[in-house]
């Protein structure tokens, strides 16, 4: 009897697992597979030759290119969501006036797709037309190229999918400041430590597995980011914002090369798994 009890959550897990299968795992290992073998996209057919991609994809400038631009963009963008949505779940778990309006304004982006978030953005940022030149122009202040600039692309990119990730990840920061014990801060409160000794010495520790939980899932969500550079950029100008996923499909499905776009997701794959346990390994709790 006990042990038909036991299985009765995985009962309930069991259809969220098959979809996790079907859609992660067994794609995932066919792309391992698939970058030890020559493909033609066009004609579909298969050749072993080992290392040989790996080789070919290490003497391909397009793919460092790519690589260094993403890891540019993820040094930037994980610890700036992750700060930013950290405290904001500090303010907004502060009981104030108005402060049920606000959580509502602001927890706007995640109701919204990626997808639609970067058009509307893209929009929003058009150097001729776009709502935020206007108020530039409004100001006084020049008109700015934003996604069309060397130097501004990438940044423009930034601010997008932080608009977009930021209200997302304060929802799991909020949800743990909730979760820490009403009493543990009085207490705290009582014996004289000031409000940033609490959050400095009471709630970040007890914060410690949502940050690694937070951070882990972010830099999985920016390695893998896709839909606003094939949407707003296509990697350009000049392949400043040309992230690996975006250099991956282009090898794949716009220039048919399959082989290399196997091997790049993999290698891309094995440093991601390496950077997740770095960040683990950083956020161990000491006890």
Same mark, same amino acid.
């Not at 290490?58 to 993820?74: H, P």
């Not at 950290?86 to 995640?110: D, E, K, Y």
């Not at 400041?177 to 543990?184: G, M, R």
């Given at each position: 009897?006990?042990s038909?009890?036991?299985l009765?959550p #995985?009962l309930?897990?069991?259809?969220a697992?098959?979809?996790l299968v079907?859609?992660?795992?067994?794609?995932t290992?066919?792309?391992?597979?698939?970058s030890?073998f020559?493909?033609s996209?066009?004609?579909?057919?298969?050749v072993?030759?080992g290392?040989?991609? #790996?080789?070919d994809?290490?003497?391909f400038s397009g793919f460092?290119?790519?690589?260094?631009?993403?890891?540019?963009f993820?040094?930037?963008v994980n610890p700036l969501q992750v700060?930013?949505?950290?405290?904001?779940?500090?303010?907004?778990?502060?009981?104030?006036?108005g402060?049920?309006?606000f959580r509502?304004?602001?927890?706007?982006?995640v109701?919204?797709?990626?997808n639609v978030?970067a058009?509307?953005?893209?929009?929003m940022?058009?150097?001729?037309?776009?709502?935020?030149?206007?108020?530039?122009?409004?100001l006084g202040?020049?008109?700015?190229?934003?996604?069309?600039?060397?130097d501004?692309?990438?940044w423009?990119?930034?601010?997008i999918?932080?608009?977009?990730?930021?209200p997302f990840?304060t929802?799991f920061f909020?949800?743990?400041?909730?979760?820490?014990?009403?009493s543990?801060?009085?207490?705290?409160?009582i014996d004289?430590?000031?409000?940033?000794a609490?959050?400095t010495?009471?709630?970040?520790?007890?914060?410690r597995p949502?940050?690694?939980?937070?951070?882990?899932?972010?830099t999985i969500?920016?390695?893998?980011m896709?839909?606003?550079?094939?949407?707003?950029?296509?990697?350009g100008?000049?392949?400043?914002?040309?992230?690996?996923?975006?250099?991956t #499909?282009?090898?794949g499905?716009?220039?048919g090369?399959?082989s290399?776009?196997?091997?790049m997701?993999?290698?891309?794959l094995i440093?991601?798994?390496?950077?997740?346990a770095v960040?683990?390994?950083?956020l161990?709790?000491k006890?």
């Amino acid at each position: 009897m006990a042990s038909k009890q036991n299985l009765v959550p #995985y009962l309930f897990l069991l259809p969220a697992l098959s979809l996790l299968v079907i859609f992660n795992l067994i794609p995932t290992f066919a792309t391992i597979r698939e970058s030890v073998f020559a493909q033609s996209f066009f004609s579909g057919e298969q050749v072993f030759v080992g290392l040989q991609n #790996y080789r070919d994809l290490f003497n391909f400038s397009g793919f460092w290119r790519s690589m260094e631009v993403t890891l540019a963009f993820n040094l930037v963008v994980n610890p700036l969501q992750v700060a930013l949505a950290l405290g904001l779940a500090v303010l907004i778990n502060q009981h104030v006036p108005g402060m049920i309006v606000f959580r509502s304004v602001f927890l706007l982006p995640v109701a919204v797709s990626i997808n639609v978030t970067a058009i509307v953005w893209g929009l929003m940022l058009d150097q001729n037309a776009g709502l935020v030149n206007g108020i530039l122009v409004a100001l006084g202040l020049p008109r700015q190229p934003f996604l069309l600039s060397v130097d501004q692309a990438l940044w423009s990119i930034i601010a997008i999918v932080s608009w977009k990730g930021i209200p997302f990840w304060t929802l799991f920061f909020l949800a743990g400041l909730q979760n820490i014990p009403h009493s543990v801060i009085e207490a705290a409160k009582i014996d004289g430590a000031s409000t940033w000794a609490i959050f400095t010495r009471i709630k970040l520790p007890l914060l410690r597995p949502v940050i690694a939980f937070v951070l882990v899932a972010d830099t999985i969500t920016n390695f893998t980011m896709f839909a606003p550079i094939f949407l707003l950029t296509r990697g350009g100008p000049q392949q400043t914002t040309n992230l690996i996923m975006h250099e991956t #499909y282009r090898r794949g499905f716009v220039y048919g090369d399959l082989s290399t776009s196997s091997a790049m997701i993999t290698v891309m794959l094995i440093l991601v798994i390496i950077i997740i346990a770095v960040q683990f390994a950083l956020l161990r709790p000491k006890t």
